[in-house]
């Protein structure tokens, strides 16, 4: 084994085990997707992040073009899923671009946030 | 001058919803907890008629403060001339200490005061290691494109960081010859898959494709006085990173600007633990005020 890689082995071997199982979240998927375009307009926004999120100061916003917020501000944790986030939408008004805003902490207490928009197309 | 690797800590971090990778070759403005452990770059410099420089080198920053970290770096320089023997040796203790004054969220923006020195006749003369310190005052900044408007979306991944200092050395000279003052300069152009795929649009990659950050980095030294104005040298260092929840990895292609800086394309390596995620409730999180 060369020196470098012998460094990497001792890296490895010395930090992960003893690391704690948390680190930022960041979103892995969403549902409607990360500027996608939909047809029908979705009953709530599903975001699926890469952590175990705290729920008590996690939270999806959902907002029209003009800034008002639509969503039902009952962002929740799944509950069988600690990484999926919801939030629910009333009818939204029609065909337009919506602006979904999120910020969650992991439950190692990292906080990240975001925002992106969807499509709803006739 | 040779080309040598970061004389202080990378750092990764966050301005608003934008994560910022740590670079390779420039730092950048963040501070944080975090350990390269290697990292390792290889060039070949005109020194001695052509001097493979091969150098290994670790560092390590601790936050004292959410806006305020020391760091710490050696370097283990292996020089390898085409004639005549070849060396080997530790190069200077390095130390630095870094202040994120100003950050805006909704733009994205970072600009960091820091402070590094490298202590001289701690390392080894042989390997090229000065007998004398160089102070080096530095700003950092750091900038995403993430509120460019909308018919720009897909612009938005792109951030730039960057640093502009100046080393100053505790003596004019050594053994006859003079030692510069230089500008040290760079910055690095950054596209972040991560960006895209989280906040701008899901174009399908999936892991490990969906944490790649593609970056060109750009380094130059200008010598100031003592004779030795004009003789820049620089490195245009395309690379990209992979990032992971507790580490990165990166590596970048060493391009020398002129014959001064190297006669050879080169490269740089490195593996890099985010040690606020590691450990979060330990070496990861500030002495003192918090978290974050």
Redesign the interface.
């Known amino acids: 084994m060369s020196p470098v890689r012998r460094i990497l082995f001792i890296c490895l071997l010395v930090l992960i085990p003893v690391a704690q199982a948390c680190a930022h979240a960041f979103l892995e998927r969403s549902d409607p997707a990360v500027g996608g375009k939909v047809h029908s307009a979705p009953a709530e926004v599903r975001i699926w992040f890469t952590e175990a999120i705290e729920p008590a100061f996690s939270s999806i916003q959902v907002f029209d073009t003009a800034g008002k917020q639509l969503d039902k501000k009952d962002t929740h944790v799944d509950s069988t899923n600690r990484s999926l986030l919801h939030v629910s939408l009333p009818p939204l008004p029609g065909p337009g671009s919506y602006k979904v805003v999120w910020r969650v902490v992991s439950v190692d207490t990292h906080v990240t946030k975001g925002n992106f928009t969807f499509q709803v197309v006739p | 001058m040779m080309l040598s690797a970061p004389k202080t800590a990378s750092a990764h971090g966050?301005a608003?919803?934008r994560?910022f990778p740590a670079t390779l070759s420039t730092d950048d403005p963040f501070v944080a907890d975090e350990?390269s452990?290697?990292t390792?770059s290889r060039i070949v410099t005109p020194d001695g008629g052509g001097t493979r420089d091969t150098e290994?080198s670790s560092d390590i920053a601790l936050r004292i403060t959410p806006k305020w970290d020391i760091e710490f770096g050696e370097t283990f320089i292996m020089l390898n001339p085409s004639q005549g023997k070849a060396v080997n040796g530790f190069g200077n203790l390095s130390i630095g200490s870094k202040y994120e004054f100003f950050e805006n969220d909704e733009h994205e923006a970072v600009v960091s005061l820091g402070l590094g020195v490298d202590v001289g006749g701690t390392g080894s003369k042989e390997a090229g290691a000065d007998t004398f310190s160089t102070w080096t005052p530095g700003l950092f900044f750091g900038k995403g494109l993430g509120d460019l408007p909308?018919k720009w979306?897909l612009l938005r991944p792109l951030a730039v960081t960057g640093l502009i200092g100046v080393a100053i050395p505790s003596s004019a000279r050594t053994d006859g010859s003079p030692n510069p003052a230089v500008l040290q300069w760079g910055f690095a152009v950054e596209y972040s898959l991560?960006y895209l795929?989280?906040?701008?649009?899901?174009v399908g990659l999936r892991a490990p494709f969906d944490r790649l950050i593609p970056l060109v980095e750009f380094s130059f030294s200008d010598p100031l006085n003592r004779g030795q104005s004009g003789l820049t040298t620089g490195t245009i260092n395309p690379g990209i990173i992979w990032s992971g929840?507790?580490f990165q990895v990166g590596a970048e292609a060493v391009i020398p600007i002129n014959s001064r800086t190297g006669n050879d394309v080169g490269f740089i390596a490195q593996?890099h633990?985010?040690l606020?995620?590691?450990?979060?409730?330990s070496l990861g999180r500030p002495l003192f005020g918090g978290?974050?």
């Open positions: 966050f608003g919803s994560f350990f452990l290697p390792v290994v909308q979306s991560i795929q989280e906040q701008v649009r899901d929840k507790y593996l633990f985010y606020d995620d590691l450990f979060p409730h978290t974050r």
